[in-house]
């Protein structure tokens, strides 16, 4: 069946690094575009990036821009976000979805994976 | 990137019908016909109910339906049931590769 399953989550220090990665199975993954969507604890759901089906165009909130990197490796069927610089504020479950063929919705969710940033 | 604006909560009984708004701008709801709407039960992953403003994903049954007047984007859920009760996530595509999401409205059936 379609299934997103992301893994990398964990605690990390702030200023410190940490690389999610979000499996993809049950459909043609090189064909869709994908996202990365964030929800604090508590709170309500963020847009974080966008990455085209290809890898040839990726887009960020301007809350992670310059400090987060998501990228796709068609042969493996998994998209990556790295995550340098972390704060305190980027703490939150990271959801990996699939964007629904041509439109902007998001259509298929992983689980999702835990980052707690903190000292 | 402002978010959407959706009411904190609505509640129905069962079987009554309940509308929730999501009120944007010119920029982002009322500016692009991709309004999505997701369902988010307590400890579980979003789940597409409607995109394209009024689209309705294979196996969403057709008590949700979606709309939009101007600004303003509308899930409305009829024949309420106690599984619907969730939280409900409006997003709109917001240009410039851009997407924003409301704030959640909680449904409770009461």
């Known amino acids: 069946q379609v299934q997103l399953v992301e893994s990398g989550g964990g605690v990390v220090q702030p200023g410190k690094s940490l690389r999610l990665s979000c499996a993809a199975s049950?459909?043609?993954?090189?064909?869709?575009?994908m996202f990365w969507v964030r929800q604090a604890p508590g709170k309500g759901l963020e847009w974080v990036a966008v990455i085209w089906f290809d890898g040839s165009n990726m887009y960020y909130a301007d809350s992670v821009k310059g400090r987060f990197t998501m990228s796709r490796d068609n042969s493996k069927n998994t998209v990556y976000l790295q995550m340098n610089s972390l704060r305190a504020e980027d703490t939150a479950v990271y959801y990996c979805a699939r964007k629904v063929a041509g439109t902007y919705g998001m259509d298929v969710w992983g689980q999702g994976t835990t980052v707690t940033v903190s000292s | 990137q402002s978010a959407l604006t959706q009411p904190r909560s609505v509640s129905g009984s069962p079987g009554q019908t309940v509308t929730i708004s999501c009120t944007g701008t010119?920029?982002?709801?009322?500016?692009?016909?991709?309004v999505s709407w997701y369902q988010q039960p307590p400890g579980k992953a979003p789940k597409l109910m409607i995109y394209?403003?009024?689209k309705r994903p294979s196996g969403v049954p057709d008590r949700f339906s979606g709309s939009k007047s101007g600004n303003t984007a509308s899930l409305t859920i009829s024949g309420l049931q106690a599984e619907d009760e969730a939280d409900y996530y409006c997003?709109?595509?917001?240009?410039?590769?851009?997407?924003?999401f409301g704030g959640g409205t909680k449904l409770t059936v009461l």
């Open positions: 049950g459909f043609t993954f090189r064909s869709y575009g």
């Open positions: 997003s709109s595509y917001a240009g410039s590769y851009v997407w924003v």
């Open positions: 010119s920029t982002d709801a009322g500016g692009y016909k991709y």
């Open positions: 394209d403003v009024s």
